[in-house]
């Protein structure tokens, strides 16, 4: 059973262009997280999907980032028009569709995105 | 309100030395908590979790945490350390479904 997969690892764009970050759950799961990393910030919480819905976008900034979690395919987290200060390490996490406070996520690799 | 808090940014301890790593949380409800391991350049691993019964909870790699209700708090611990727990440590705690987690504390080994 293949663990999360998050692709690129690793992403270089240039200011004002798009990025789309890749994640597929773990078999069997229904529940996938992103979460953003910054040098000495810990893991930021951003957007909670379930299947064809978001359900908590609270972490999410308002302008230019947007998250999908398509009835076929991988969650796709998207950032519109990057700046420099989006660069950093996002994490994608997905859980079974248990619905209990008690599961935990299990973590992909993370994609390395780098604004230049 | 910071639902996870982890005092210590940085921890350096030698190696075969005791390890504790502290975490206070804050949530109304029965607590579910979490540590996670991360290496430079990784992913996070779960070292273990804490949802109800036995306080003082084992987990991979010979680390253990014990949940204090009377004190919030979740630390984990090891009895002696090895140069391959360098890493970034995170405690973390599920709310509302969705698992938020504290800044980490990094630990460092002196051989």
């Known amino acids: 059973n293949a663990g999360v997969m998050q692709n690129p690892r690793h992403l270089v764009r240039r200011r004002g262009q798009e990025a789309r ?24 919480f951003m957007v909670y999907l379930q299947k064809e819905n978001i359900i908590d976008e609270s ?22 028009q990057v700046v420099r200060g989006d660069s950093a ?28 | 309100a910071q639902s996870v808090t982890q005092p210590d940014i940085h ?7 005791s390890l504790e790593l502290r975490c206070n949380y804050s949530y109304g409800a029965t607590p579910y908590l979490f ?27 010979g680390f253990e945490a014990e949940f204090k209700r009377s004190q919030s708090s979740f630390n984990l611990r090891k009895p002696s350390v090895h140069w391959s727990d360098a890493a970034e440590y995170f405690c973390a705690l599920n709310r509302d479904d969705k698992i938020i987690f504290g800044k ?4 460092h080994i002196l051989p």
């Not at chain 2, 350096?12 to 030395?17: D, F, H, L, P, Q």
């Open chain 1, 21 to 44: 970050l890749r994640c597929s759950p773990m078999k069997g799961h229904s529940h996938v997280y992103w979460y953003r990393q910054l040098p000495e910030e810990g893991l930021k």
């Open chain 1, 59 to 80: 972490g999410m900034p308002k302008e230019r980032f947007s998250a999908e979690f398509p009835k076929e395919g991988p969650s796709i987290l998207r950032i519109q």
């Open chain 1, 89 to 116: 390490a996002y994490f994608c996490a997905s859980s079974p569709p248990t619905g209990t406070r008690s599961t935990e996520a299990f973590f992909g690799q993370g994609t390395r995105l780098t604004v230049v």
């Open chain 2, 11 to 17: 921890i350096t301890v030698s190696e075969g030395a």
């Open chain 2, 35 to 61: 540590w996670y391991v991360q290496s430079p350049g990784q992913g996070l691993q779960l070292l273990l979790k804490y949802f109800s019964g036995d306080t003082l909870v084992q987990g991979i790699k």
């Open chain 2, 104 to 107: 980490g504390t990094r630990l």
